[in-house]
Every structure is written in structure tokens, then in C-alpha cells.
T-cell receptor
Framework: AQSVTQPDIHITVSEGASLELRCNYSYGATPYLFWYVQSPGQGLQLLLKYFSGDTLVQGIKGFEAEFKRSQSSFNLRKPSVHWSDAAEYFCAVGLTGGFKTIFGAGTRLFVKA | DAGVIQSPRHEVTEMGQEVTLRCKPISGHDYLFWYRQTMMRGLELLIYFNNNVPIDDSGMPEDRFSAKMPNASFSTLKIQPSEPRDSAVYFC?????????????FGPGTRLTVL
């Protein structure tokens, strides 16, 4: 069965430090992969997506993610975190043959001054 | 474009009452999704439509929940009768048209509290 695992429920980083949020997926076909961000009281907003091609994808707000097929991973990174990045981050897999998407449980990011 | 519009933004009701949540998708999108988000269960897909037709309602928790999409610009999620355990944030999202495959655009959500 298809699934998305985000092993970290929450992460705390200092402002200016680097960030990596982990995501592993289970899906038999070529995955369509996404990272969304949710700020408090808001809906989810797309950060970046991977469909094919270059395995390192760039997104908005200085985020990037790398698709590693051998590890079934799609980790999100940012070289220098800003206080405004504090939010919840969701990794997701889009299923082929339709538009259904499976979301991970989310990782809440806290940024300390 | 105004994005996905949901109403109301907040709803407080008493157990046993009927609740109707509304959604207007982005114009031109032919997929519409309803999600429920809680602390315990995270983000759950309840049902989704394609061209106004329900495709997968396997996430609808009980017969108390029903969803309709009478036209391409409007959908409702109804709970009748409501129960305290239905308290959650309900999101509507849309996709399709010229956007990238699978990318979904979310509304701001409706926070439902059932007393």
C-alpha cells in the first residue's frame, strides 16, 4: 500500500542554521512527490514538486529537495532558516492514474532566536 | 484568481445539529478534494470529485457525512447529525486545468467545533 513517512514529529533549529526534514515513501510506481507548508491558521501551500528529470528540485522561499530512488526518500532542505519558516511541513505522494495524493503526518518546525 | 474559497471560516454548533460546509474551487479546475485535519489523525482525505462526479469516498467516516458537487464551481460537505468527535478543520482543495499534475490548491479551511 502507498504510504508516506515523516519520522520527525517536530524539529527545533536555531535561526540561521541549516535544516533537513526527512520523508520516505512507499509506492510501486514512479512517484510524483511534493512538499507543502502550513502556517498556523492557514491552508497548505505548495513548496516544491518532483515529477521527473533532475533529482534536485528548487522551490519557493529558498527550499530544495532531493529525490533518491534507491532510498525512497525526498528530503527537504534549506541552508539558512528564518524565523518565518516556523510552520508545519507535509511531504506527499501523488498517485498515478488520478489526482489522489497521500500526505505524511507532518513535521512541525520550531525556530529559536 | 481568488483561490479556493471556503465558508464559513469558523462554525460552532451543538451536537445533533446539521452542519454544511461550502467550497468554491479555482475556476477551470476539474478535481475537488475534501480533507479533515485533526491533531490525532492528521490530514485525511474524505472524498474527491472529478468533473463534479464523486470518484473516491472511501475516506468518508460514516453515513452522517455526505458531499455533493452540483456544478463545477460549488461543493458542499454536510454532517447530519453532528457529534463532538467531528470537531476538526475541514479543508477543500482543487486541482486540474493547466496546473502541474497532482498539484493541489488548498482553501483556508473551516474550523468546526461541535459542543
Amino acid at each position: 500500500a502507498q504510504s508516506v513517512t515523516q519520522p520527525d514529529i517536530h524539529i527545533t533549529v536555531s535561526e540561521g542554521a541549516s535544516l533537513e526534514l526527512r520523508c520516505n515513501y512507499s509506492y510501486g510506481a514512479t512517484p510524483y512527490l511534493f512538499w507543502y507548508v502550513q502556517s498556523p491558521g492557514q491552508g497548505l501551500q505548495l513548496l516544491l514538486k518532483y515529477f521527473s528529470g533532475d533529482t534536485l528540485v528548487q522551490g519557493i522561499k529558498g527550499f530544495e529537495a532531493e529525490f533518491k530512488r534507491s532510498q525512497s526518500s525526498f528530503n527537504l532542505r534549506k541552508p539558512s532558516v528564518h524565523w518565518s519558516d516556523a510552520a508545519e511541513y507535509f511531504c506527499a505522494v501523488g498517485l498515478t492514474g488520478g489526482f489522489k495524493t497521500i500526505f505524511g503526518a507532518g513535521t512541525r518546525l520550531f525556530v529559536k532566536a | 484568481d481568488a483561490g479556493v474559497i471556503q465558508s464559513p471560516r469558523h462554525e460552532v454548533t451543538e451536537m445533533g445539529q446539521e452542519v454544511t460546509l461550502r467550497c468554491k474551487p479555482i475556476s477551470g479546475h476539474d478535481y475537488l478534494f475534501w480533507y479533515r485535519q485533526t491533531m490525532m489523525r492528521g490530514l485525511e482525505l474524505l472524498i474527491y470529485f472529478n468533473n463534479n462526479v464523486p470518484i473516491d469516498d472511501s475516506g468518508m467516516p460514516e453515513d452522517r457525512f455526505s458531499a455533493k458537487m452540483p456544478n463545477a464551481s460549488f461543493s458542499t460537505l454536510k454532517i447530519q447529525p453532528s457529534e463532538p468527535r467531528d470537531s476538526a478543520v475541514y479543508f477543500c482543495a482543487s486541482s486540474g486545468g493547466t496546473v502541474s499534475y497532482n498539484e493541489q490548491f488548498f482553501g483556508p479551511g473551516t474550523r468546526l467545533t461541535v459542543l
